[in-house]
């Protein structure tokens, strides 16, 4: 089994920076596409940001210019550094990974983590 554990959320006031964190564990054999997913109270879950295998990544248009993706293969971990954090940025962010689990490079399945919460309030 995989699994993704996210963290680094918190509370931070408007313009402030936040780095979160998604650690991926188990039984792995490649990691390929990952990203990040949000979702407010009351809304629909929302895109924010996806990386490749080869590092190649795309943004929300909400969020360009201020978050950006990154990763650590060594570390099967992956990153998101938000910037000028503003207010509707609050909500939980979900991170999620395309993996080969052990043994073989396909089939490839998506893994979610449970979520942090981040709060951008004066």
């Known amino acids: 089994q995989v699994q993704l554990v996210e963290s680094g959320g918190g509370l931070v006031q408007p313009g402030g920076f936040l780095r979160l964190s998604c650690a991926a564990s188990?039984?792995?054999?490649?990691?390929?596409?990952m990203g990040w997913y949000r979702q407010a109270p009351g809304k629909q879950r929302e895109w924010v940001a996806h990386i490749t295998s080869g590092n190649s990544t795309n943004y929300a248009d909400s969020v360009k210019g201020r978050f950006t993706i990154s990763r650590d293969n060594a570390k099967n971990t992956l990153y998101l550094h938000m910037n000028s954090l503003k207010p509707e940025d609050t909500a939980g962010y979900y991170c999620?990974?395309?993996?080969?689990?052990?043994?073989?490079?396909?089939?490839?399945?998506?893994?979610w983590g449970q979520g942090t919460q981040v709060t951008v309030s004066a």
């Open positions: 188990g039984s792995i054999f490649s990691i390929y596409a």
């Open positions: 999620y990974a395309d993996v080969a689990r052990s043994g073989a490079p396909a089939p490839r399945y998506t893994y």
